[in-house]
Nanobody, 123 residues
């Protein structure tokens, strides 16, 4: 299983970015895909997760109404649409996969994780 993130970059406050996570060789219907982030000097934070089989999702309070997690149109892809980005959203964003429904699992509990993609929100 490989988990690969893409879509990070530099964006101004108020802007948008769409992150993608491709998890190969698994059936996403039975796996939880989670997004985590870590800013310099801060602890890693769970951002959002999705269990596709029943469409259940989780968002941390600071991103509710700004971020949307969803299955992508491409096979085995999960997207994280981020809008109204703030400087405090800056960090390395990691995607991870865990078999079964575990929307609130910590990153270390996941079975597979990617290398991360940098998101920088700055003017």
């Amino acid at each position: 299983v490989q988990v690969v993130e893409s879509g990070g970059g530099l964006v101004q406050p108020g802007g948008s970015l769409r992150l993608s996570c491709v998890a190969s060789n698994i059936n996403l219907d039975y796996w939880t895909i989670g997004w985590f982030r870590q800013a310099p000097g801060k602890e890693r934070e769970a951002v959002s997760s999705i269990f596709s089989r029943d469409g259940s999702t989780y968002y941390t309070d600071s991103v509710k109404d700004r971020f949307t997690i969803s299955r992508g149109s491409a096979r085995n892809t999960v997207s994280l649409q981020m809008t109204n980005l703030k400087p405090e959203d800056t960090g390395v964003y990691y995607c991870a996969a865990k078999f079964g429904q575990h929307l609130r699992a910590s990153l270390y509990e996941y079975d597979y994780r990617g290398q991360g993609t940098q998101v920088t929100v700055s003017s």
